[in-house]
C-alpha cells in the first residue's frame, strides 16, 4: 500500500514535468515530506471540453490539463458525507474497474500524483521475546532520481450542507492506484503504486479514452533496479513532523547496518 508519502515539487516544476495548461489553485504549494491522508496534494489532471454554463462559467473549447490540489482519500460522488475517506486511498488495481467506490473515477476521472518517493515500515528482528519490534520506516524514491508519477484516481465530490456559492461546496479528492510489490522494494511491503511511463500520460489522462479495458494496461510496476530504498527516521511516523530530514538517509551504524542487506 501507499500510506505516507512526500512531494516537494514546486509548480513550476510541475507544470514543466507534466505539460500543464492551467494551475487550478491559488496561493502556494508549499512542500510536504510528510503526507498523509486527508492532507491536501498536487494533482495532475485533464478537465474535459464543454459548452458555457448557465451560471456564467466560460466554455472549455478543448480538453485542459490543470494542475490541482486535491485532499487524499477519495470520496465518491455518490456518498452521502466525507466520513471515511481516510479509508479510501489506496486503490487496488485489480478491482478498481468494478469495485463501487472507484469504479466511476476509474472510467472517465484519472490523474497523476507526483512524489519525490513514498514511504515503508519493516520490522527487520520481527518479534522479539513475546514483544513486536519497533518498525524502521524506509523511504522508496527512483534511483535515478526524478518524480514518481503516481497512477490515480479523483472525484468531485458535492456536499449537500453548503450553498451551491460556497466555494467550499465541493470537494475534489483522490486516491492512489496500487499493484503487488514484485521488486525488491516487496521485501518491505506487498503492495506499492503504479506508476504511469512518460509515453502514456497522455492516454491515461485522457477522460474520453476510447477504451476502458484497456486502461490498466498503460500502467507499468517499478522495473527491477528502478527504486532505491532506505532507512530513514522514525520522526516520520508522527504526521506533526515535517521536513527534507525525514527523507534523508540514516547514516550506518550498528543498529540501522543490517538494514542495507534488503537491498
Not at 491536501?40 to 478537465?47: D, E, G, I, S
Not at 485532499?71 to 458525507?81: C, I, K, M, N, Q
Not at 535515478?144 to 466555494?167: C, K, Q, T
Request: aromatic share 8%.
Amino acid at each position: 500500500m501507499c500510506g505516507r508519502y512526500a512531494a516537494s515539487r514546486s509548480p513550476e516544476d510541475l507544470v514543466e514535468e507534466f505539460e500543464v495548461d492551467r494551475v487550478a489553485f491559488d496561493g502556494p504549494l508549499e512542500p510536504d515530506f510528510n503526507v498523509a491522508p486527508t492532507k491536501p496534494v498536487p494533482a495532475v489532471l485533464t478537465r474535459p471540453a464543454r459548452p458555457a454554463t448557465s451560471d456564467g462559467r466560460p466554455a472549455r473549447e478543448r480538453p485542459e490539463r490543470q494542475l490541482r490540489v486535491l485532499r487524499w482519500g477519495l470520496v465518491p460522488g455518490w456518498a452521502a458525507d466525507a466520513r471515511g475517506a481516510a479509508r479510501l486511498v489506496n486503490a487496488r488495481v485489480e478491482t478498481v474497474a468494478d469495485k463501487p467506490a472507484f469504479r466511476r473515477a476509474f472510467a472517465a476521472r484519472r490523474c497523476i500524483m507526483p512524489a519525490d518517493g513514498y514511504f515503508e515500515w519493516y520490522a527487520p528482528d520481527g518479534d522479539r521475546a513475546g514483544r513486536r519490534a519497533r518498525k524502521q520506516p524506509f523511504f522508496i524514491r527512483a534511483r535515478a532520481g526524478g518524480v514518481l508519477a503516481m497512477a490515480g484516481v479523483y472525484e468531485a465530490w458535492r456536499d449537500p450542507s453548503r450553498p451551491a456559492d460556497d466555494p467550499d461546496a465541493w470537494l475534489w479528492t483522490a486516491a492512489v492506484l496500487t499493484t503487488t510489490a514484485e521488486d525488491d522494494v516487496g521485501r518491505l511491503h506487498d503492495r506499492m503504486p503504479l506508476l504511469v511511463a512518460r509515453d502514456q500520460r497522455d492516454a491515461w489522462l485522457d477522460p474520453d479514452h476510447p477504451d476502458p479495458r484497456s486502461l490498466r494496461d498503460l500502467l507499468v510496476a517499478a522495473t527491477p533496479g528502478r527504486l532505491e530504498a532506505f532507512p530513514v527516521t522514525t520522526a516520520v511516523g508522527s504526521v506533526a513532523n515535517n521536513g527534507p530530514h525525514l527523507v534523508t538517509p540514516l547514516p550506518a551504524d550498528r543498529d540501522t547496518a543490517p538494514l542495507s542487506t534488503l537491498f
